[in-house]
């Protein structure tokens, strides 16, 4: 069967978000600091849900950077979760602290700036992200199918704890449905 035909390993409903879950528990990513953000709601009420996780809420994206690196130096395993526009003020925390500490950071970051944005300072970081991710020579994926979703963030996982390298999971709306605007 080839894998696009596969159902998901471990997820209960085949969501986007239910799918992210299971393969963080899999790869026993338990410690998930984030910044609240709209489109990744359902992920972030399922992972309070569970016992699993510890999960809760940071002020900014670099104080839940900060948070996952102290965690792997102390032998714990964390992902992070963001809006593109949040990634704007990570360069000097990824530059300085997980490249050259080899910190395994796993970053979910749910993209905003594209398909119908109406926030133009959204568009604008949305165009940096990818050009900033190469210059720091991170490992980047932008996911858009939901049939790519499990094997791409399992194998980044994997290689990101491999190679003590971070790496960027970018969850296009194509994949998430993005954020609704309403009139």
Known sequence: MAIAEQQPQ????????GIVLQTLKRNEINLIPYVP???????????????????FATAREEEAVGI???????????AVLMQTSGFATLANVLASLAVPYQIPLIMLVSERGTLGEFNYGQSLVCRTMRPVLDSLALEHHTITRLDELEFITDRSIKQ??????????ILNPLLTGGKVFDK
């Open 10 to 17: 471990g997820s209960s409903d085949g969501s986007w978000h």
């Open 37 to 55: 953000d709209r489109v990744v709601t359902p992920l972030i009420k399922n992972l309070h849900a569970d016992p699993f996780f510890t999960t």
């Open 68 to 78: 996952v690196a102290g965690a792997w130096m102390g032998g714990r395993r964390g």
């Open 160 to 169: 990101a704890v491999t190679t003590q390298a971070p790496v960027a999971l």
